[in-house]
């Protein structure tokens, strides 16, 4: 298996590689989120490549304790509101999105430290979260779910991985299903 070191590299070449302009729009807005000490979590696309699954994304998603505020903190430094959302800002420069989603009680949890560096959401959490939008939007979310069995296999998580028990039931049919163990439609699935 490999380590977290070789992931963030594999990773990264990805993201250079494709001529994505993401990394450095997600160094800005942490900069930004750092100096008016709003705290954040990465997940969506990104977090996934940095945990073992090199896909391709093309915005950064980013947990905030109030999207309000840090929407307006960073349309203040470099970022435009985007119309008809109120949740999402594009960087002037590189053109990159960024969606802003509020950190809760369920997933994904609420950030509480304030960095200047990307914060990822733990694995256990990124998963619960994938899972968890998955559950609540369906197949409007199949990356989620798609995203969640490639995490399972390139990090080669046990059934016993400890994903938040509101969405383990979903954790374990994904696994079974991943290891031969279960077929969707299989008793009542």
């Given at each position: 298996m490999q380590t977290i070191l070789q992931f963030h590299r594999q990773a990264e070449f990805l993201r250079e590689s494709s001529g994505s302009?993401?990394?450095?729009?997600?160094?800005?807005?942490?900069k930004v989120l750092s100096l008016f000490r709003i705290p954040h979590y990465l997940c969506g696309g990104f977090a996934v490549q940095e945990h073992g699954y090199p896909r391709f994304t093309v915005d950064v998603d980013?947990?905030?304790?109030?999207?309000?505020l840090a929407r307006?903190?960073?349309?203040?430094?470099?970022?435009r509101e985007n119309p008809g959302s109120s949740m999402t800002v594009t960087d002037w420069d590189t053109k990159v999105k960024?969606?802003?989603h509020p950190g809760g009680p369920l997933t994904p949890p609420v950030p509480t430290a304030v960095s200047d560096e990307p914060q990822i959401?733990?694995?256990?959490?990124?998963i619960a979260s994938k899972l968890s939008t998955y559950i609540g939007r369906?197949?409007?979310?199949?990356?989620?779910?798609?995203?969640?069995?490639?995490?399972i296999q390139a990090?080669?998580?046990?059934?016993?991985?400890g994903v938040d028990w509101k969405v383990q039931e979903s954790y374990h049919r994904i696994w079974d299903e991943r290891?031969?163990?279960g077929r969707p439609n299989e008793g009542g699935r």
């Open positions: 302009n993401i990394e450095k729009t997600l160094r800005k807005a942490v980013i947990i905030v304790p109030d999207v309000e307006e903190k960073l349309c203040m430094k470099g970022f960024i969606d802003l959401l733990t694995l256990e959490s990124l369906g197949i409007e979310r199949a990356q989620d779910y798609a995203d969640v069995v490639k995490l990090n080669d998580l046990p059934r016993a991985f290891h031969g163990r």
